[in-house]
Every structure is written in C-alpha cells, then in structure tokens.
C-alpha cells in the first residue's frame, strides 16, 4: 500500500516522511495532518454549496489514505512521545520544580514606566496598563498609545524613547513596516532593529484595501473613505482598547470591542461603507445621507479617554469628515438648501442641534464635548441632530 500511494499521491514526500522510523517530524507531521482532517471534516458539515467543497472532499480521501498508510500502533512504538517532543520544556519543570520557570524579561517595561508617569497625558491615556508580553508587542503598543496623544507632544516622547532604546543596544527601523492602505504614503511610525528587533507602521499606496469592502482603488473621493475604514478594520483586530459609541449596535453607552457588540459594529461599519459605494454617483441626496450614516459609523469608534483632536487619530477622522463637505457642495449646486454643522464646544451650546448624546467620567474637559459622533445637518427643511460624547461636569 505504501509504494501504491507514493506512485499516486501528489505529494510522495509526505508519504516518506510519515514511513520513517524513530522521527519526531514524521510524529509532529501526523499529529497536524490529523488536526487538518479534523478541521475540514468539520467545516464540511455548513460548508455543503461551497464552490470548493467537492476538491475538499477529494483532498479529505487523499488524507485517509494518506494517514492510514501506516500502521498506528508501530507507528506510535517507532516515533517519540509527547515529553519526548516537549523535551526542553518538561525537563526543565521536571528537574526543579521549586523554581518556576521565569518569563522572558521585557527591556522596554523601564519605557513605558517612564512613560506612564508623564501626568500630562492622563487626560488622553488615562489610567492605562500595558498588557504586551514580548518587546515587540510592547513597542507596538506604546506607539499606538503615542497616535493617541497631539502630535507635537508625540513627536517629543518618541525622539527620547529613541534615546532610551539606543541605550539597550536597538535603533531606529524605518524599512520593516507594516503596510496600511492608504491613496499616498506616509510613515506613521519607526520599528526597531538590533537588540530588540520590532515593526513600524506606514500608510502604503501598494496595499489593497480590506477585502470585505470589495473595492478597488478608484482614483476618486471614495479611496479615502475604503482606506479609513480598512484602518478602522485593522485597529479593531489589533487594539483591544477600542470602544464603540454607535447608535444602531448599542444607543445607551459606550462599549468596549472586547464583547459581543464587536462582530455587530464591524458589520454595520461595513454595510454603510458599501452603501456610500452603491450610491457614490447615484441621487445627491440618497448619496448624502450614506454619507452621514459612514462618518457617524467611523467616528463612534472611540478610545476612552478619547483621542485629542490634533492627534495622529484625530487627523485622520478629520480627513474623513471632510469627505463631507464636498458632498455638502455638490448638493448646494444641484439647488438643494444644505448645512452640516461638526458640534464641538460646550455642551450647552451644541445640546439643542443634537439627540441621544452620551455622558462619560473620563477624559476631556467637564462640561465641553469629547466626540463628535454625528454632525448636525440640514437638509431643506429636513433637520437631522448630531450626536456627541461630553464630559460631565
């Protein structure tokens, strides 16, 4: 039966492999091979009109025979067991069990000790913990903490983190980036090499916007608005700081994404996005108010505190707002009578233009608006209220 299959299979070496005798590789190529089997057995039974459902099955009998090659109790008498694979770790334990072994020790905690003892960022950090458990997560979560705070204070952390971090032996990392879609190029942060080796973060003409948005890159207005929301898409999967404030998921508080509501923000996010694109070049009107319902989906997700407006992320909510105000336009030279107005200030000035606001304990200045989530618009006679997250007083 061996020598049949390897005649046959399309994939002879995995055949060898498995035959050789007293190997750890074959014993570890099994184990996944049968974790593979399982998982597609599984996915089989909701995944029936699937176009690749047939070539699966296929596959699955290729594995069968595949698997069933060899024979299982020599096969488990000739291959290590699982202390044998786990050897480095189990001696370890085994040898001194009073001495638990220790995590690696992070060199970039001094950092960020210093950096949580900066009180003049309370208001937009907040009582913040890191949570990362290697440097170069850690350095990542730092700087995502930085895109947070104005920039120009931004700027002034970063340069002497770079001094901090020359001292452990690492420097500056400005090619190994990870890429965001974005209609130009612009280098968001530095990783590091050397010592402590970490990637950056850039906006990138060369990457393809998130797949769920089906859209390609159109050369109009709409590449901002696709490359916004795919940076939203990707900050949910890797921040689990973020919070949601939108009206549809949940209009009576301010959500943490680490819950149930995240799958049901993501989805809205993305349903008004392709709504915005159906109706792009369509009716003014019908085209406007898609693009209210986006803006209002992108900007209700928050930090808390939230961000300041002359952050790294408070700019590029501006540019999405200002998306805006060339729909605005061109609904004013069709002839329609159109006024948007973003409700920033003090909250007794702005209540009367908004509707279903949320009060929050944290950040900002008590009394004065910490998020605009909705502009105020009207359009013709037709008012639609704001909505806004104010500091109580």
Same mark, same amino acid.
């Given at each position: 039966?061996?020598?049949?299959?390897?005649?046959?299979?399309?994939?002879?070496?995995?055949?060898?492999?498995?035959?050789?005798?007293?190997?750890?590789?074959?014993?570890?190529?099994?184990? %996944?091979?049968?974790?593979?089997?399982?998982?597609? =057995?599984?996915?089989?039974?909701?995944?029936?009109?699937?176009?690749?459902?047939?070539?699966?099955?296929?596959?699955?009998?290729?594995?069968?025979?595949?698997?069933?090659?060899?024979?299982?109790?020599?096969?488990?008498?000739?291959?290590?067991?699982?202390? #044998?694979?786990?050897?480095?770790?189990?001696?370890?334990?085994?040898?001194?069990?009073?001495?638990?072994?220790? &995590? +690696?020790?992070?060199?970039?905690?001094?950092?960020?000790?210093?950096?949580?003892?900066?009180?003049?960022?309370?208001? !937009?950090?907040?009582? !913040?913990?890191?949570?990362?458990?290697?440097?170069?997560?850690?350095?990542?979560?730092?700087?995502?903490?930085?895109?947070?705070?104005?920039? %120009?204070?931004?700027?002034?952390?970063?340069?002497?983190?770079?001094?901090?971090?020359?001292?452990?032996?690492?420097?500056?990392?400005?090619?190994?980036?990870?890429?965001?879609?974005? &209609?130009?190029?612009?280098?968001? $942060?530095?990783?590091?090499?050397?010592?402590?080796?970490?990637?950056?973060?850039?906006?990138?003409?060369?990457?393809?916007?998130?797949?769920?948005?089906?859209?390609?890159?159109?050369?109009?207005?709409?590449?901002?608005?696709?490359?916004?929301?795919?940076?939203?898409?990707?900050?949910?999967?890797?921040?689990?700081?973020?919070?949601?404030?939108? =009206?549809?998921? #949940?209009?009576?508080?301010?959500?943490?994404?680490?819950?149930?509501?995240?799958?049901? $923000?993501?989805?809205?996010?993305?349903?008004?996005?392709? =709504?915005? %694109?159906?109706?792009?070049?369509?009716?003014? *009107?019908?085209?406007?108010?898609?693009?209210? #319902? *986006?803006?209002?989906?992108?900007?209700?997700?928050? !930090?808390?505190?939230?961000?300041?407006?002359?952050?790294?992320?408070?700019? *590029?909510?501006?540019?999405?707002?200002?998306? *805006?105000?060339?729909?605005?336009?061109?609904?004013?030279?069709?002839? @329609?009578?159109?006024?948007?107005?973003?409700?920033?200030? +003090? $909250?007794?000035?702005? @209540? &009367?233009?908004? %509707?279903?606001?949320?009060?929050?304990?944290?950040?900002?200045?008590?009394?004065?608006?910490?998020?605009?989530?909705?502009? $105020?618009?009207?359009?013709?006679?037709?008012?639609?209220?704001?909505?806004?997250?104010? =500091?109580?007083?």
């Amino acid at each position: 039966m061996p020598n049949a299959l390897s005649a046959q299979s399309p994939m002879p070496n995995l055949n060898k492999l498995l035959n050789t005798k007293n190997s750890k590789l074959a014993w570890l190529l099994r184990l %996944k091979l049968l974790g593979l089997q399982t998982e597609l =057995r599984e996915a089989l039974k909701t995944e029936i009109s699937d176009p690749g459902s047939e070539i699966c099955q296929e596959l699955l009998q290729e594995l069968d025979v595949l698997l069933d090659s060899q024979n299982q109790s020599n096969n488990t008498e000739n291959n290590p067991d699982w202390e #044998d694979i786990l050897e480095p770790v189990a001696n370890q334990a085994d040898s001194n069990p009073q001495s638990p072994q220790t &995590p +690696t020790q992070l060199q970039l905690k001094p950092i960020t000790e210093t950096l949580l003892a900066h009180k003049e960022l309370l208001p !937009y950090i907040g009582e !913040y913990e890191f949570h990362s458990t290697n440097d170069a997560e850690l350095w990542n979560e730092i700087q995502r903490l930085l895109l947070r705070v104005p920039q %120009k204070q931004a700027e002034i952390l970063r340069s002497q983190i770079f001094n901090k971090v020359i001292i452990l032996g690492a420097t500056e990392d400005r090619v190994s980036l990870r890429q965001l879609p974005f &209609p130009a190029h612009e280098h968001i $942060y530095s990783g590091l090499k050397g010592n402590i080796q970490a990637s950056g973060l850039c906006f990138s003409t060369a990457i393809n916007f998130d797949q769920r948005l089906e859209m390609q890159k159109s050369g109009s207005e709409l590449d901002n608005l696709a490359a916004i929301v795919s940076t939203c898409l990707k900050f949910i999967e890797i921040e689990p700081h973020l919070h949601h404030a939108l =009206r549809s998921v #949940d209009r009576f508080g301010v959500r943490s994404l680490n819950s149930a509501d995240k799958p049901k $923000y993501i989805a809205a996010l993305i349903e008004r996005f392709h =709504r915005v %694109k159906l109706t792009f070049n369509g009716d003014i *009107l019908t085209s406007l108010r898609a693009r209210l #319902d *986006l803006d209002e989906a992108i900007h209700s997700l928050v !930090y808390l505190p939230c961000v300041d407006r002359f952050s790294w992320w408070g700019k *590029l909510l501006q540019v999405a707002r200002r998306t *805006l105000e060339t729909a605005v336009q061109q609904g004013r030279e069709a002839g @329609y009578q159109i006024q948007i107005r973003p409700l920033w200030g +003090t $909250y007794a000035d702005v @209540y &009367p233009f908004s %509707k279903d606001d949320l009060q929050i304990d944290i950040g900002g200045i008590p009394g004065e608006v910490c998020a605009c989530l909705r502009v $105020y618009a009207k359009i013709n006679d037709e008012k639609l209220p704001g909505r806004v997250l104010f =500091r109580s007083s």
